[in-house]
């Protein structure tokens, strides 16, 4: 095959695969691995934090993918049907996540030794995306730091003056 | 698994504490996983803007 042949290649297709929950970069590197050895054609994995239990494939042939996933064992199938980028877009640029958090919101712990617990937001720290927050369960109001994915928002500040 | 790095500019994983392309320091608090074989030919790697192949990091603190 001449350089020119190679290089007018068809447009990939994103598959995706529903692997084990928590070995989402094992499967990915092992099929990355797998496909060097094999002759399937692979032009990117992506494995996002948001999407436990999935990754996503991009390359040619479905079939070939399937054969060499059943050598695997961390994979389980690949999903019926291609995903078009733009529907994968959002992960690939992914947001701050003090990003829609603002001061003053009420939220819920979601991990960490306080979860369970609601707080007050008194402080963000966009680049490290920390927020300070004050429990409401504590009698003296403490300040504690915590990573923004840490948070879930229960109530936001504007929705507390519309109620006013 | 040895502990991988992700280089703050690039995204590069690497298992170094400085980026061998960009010479920044790299950081361990990194997220989501990209593996790019083909830059040329990927729809993932033309949209985060990847030229090399190797693998790379989606979000690094």
Redesign the interface.
Known sequence: MTDAAM?D?E??K?FSIKTQVGK??NT??LL?SR??RSDL?????????ELRGYI?V?GYDKERLKDVIKTISYARTVLDGDIP?SQ??H????TSAVAKISEGDVVEMVAGPFRGETAKVTHIDDA??EITVELFESVVPIPITVRGEQVRVVKRKDEDKKEE | MKQLYACKNCHWLTKEKVCPHCAVPTSKRWRGYVIIDDPSNSQIAEKMNIKKPGKYALKVR
């Open positions: 290089d290649k447009p990939t994103i989402e970069q990915a590197d990355n496909s060097k054609d692979v032009a990117s994995i992506l494995v996002t934090p996503f991009e980028v994968i877009e992960f690939l640029v992914p490290k995306e």
